[in-house]
T-cell receptor, first 111, second 113 residues
């Protein structure tokens, strides 16, 4: 079966660091994506990992461990505008581009 | 100008009505997707298409149909709408390379009464 788990909600303080975890069990693996989605808006791409390790992009970093079926998204120097849902998505083994999404983690950044 | 557009943005309809949601893209991508999003359930794939006339079912295709008559357009139809099809619908596109991300349209909020 296919299963992707993320915490439903998280709260953090402006200026702090927050880590959003994602665990997955899928019948194949061909990359993991993180998307950001503000309320009522479209998801927008944040990061892509296909090999183990850390990918850094400005204030955002994403980590992948394929052997553990685990990824995290790290947000540094939190800003109020980072309040949004963060979606973890796994691409399966076939060359279809299909993504399986987790339910998303809603992050609230407080002053 | 938006690269992926959806029409309508909002629609309220009644049970049993036929509804069509349209998606257009100017990105030149071959691959297009339709998702629905429900609170607590995340995004779920309805149908996807690799090219014109190519149609593939996703995980929740029952009650829906799609049409891909041109590379830039992918339409989703609900032949006889029912209340549990009330949801936020997103169209997405991607290029063929496996590492390429999907680009999402702004969404259509559909309410079936």
């Amino acid at each position: 079966g296919q299963n992707i788990d993320q915490p439903t909600e998280m709260t953090a303080t402006e200026g702090a660091i927050v880590q959003i975890n994602c665990t997955y069990q899928t019948s194949g693996f061909n990359g993991l994506f993180w998307y950001q989605q503000h309320a009522g808006e479209a998801p927008t791409f944040l990061s892509y990992n296909v090999l183990d390790g850390l990918e850094e992009k400005g204030r955002f970093s994403s980590f992948l461990s394929r052997s553990k079926g685990y990824s995290y998204l790290l947000l540094k120097e939190l800003q109020m505008k980072d309040s949004a849902s963060y979606l973890c998505a796994v691409r399966g083994p076939s060359n279809t581009g299909k993504l399986i999404f987790g339910q998303g983690t809603t992050l609230q950044v407080k002053p | 100008d938006a690269d992926v557009t959806q029409t309508p943005r909002n629609r309220i309809t009644k049970t049993g009505k036929r509804i069509m949601l349209e998606c257009s893209q100017t990105k030149g991508h071959d691959r297009m997707y339709w998702y629905r999003q429900d609170p607590g359930l995340g995004l779920r794939l309805i149908y996807y298409s690799f090219d014109v006339k190519d149609i593939n079912k996703g995980e929740i295709s029952d009650g829906y149909s799609v049409s891909r008559q041109a590379q830039a357009k992918f339409s989703l139809s609900l032949e006889s709408a029912i209340p549990n099809q009330t949801a936020l619908y997103f169209c997405a596109t991607s290029a063929e390379m496996s590492h390429n991300e999907q680009f999402f349209g702004p969404g259509t909020r559909l309410t079936v009464l």
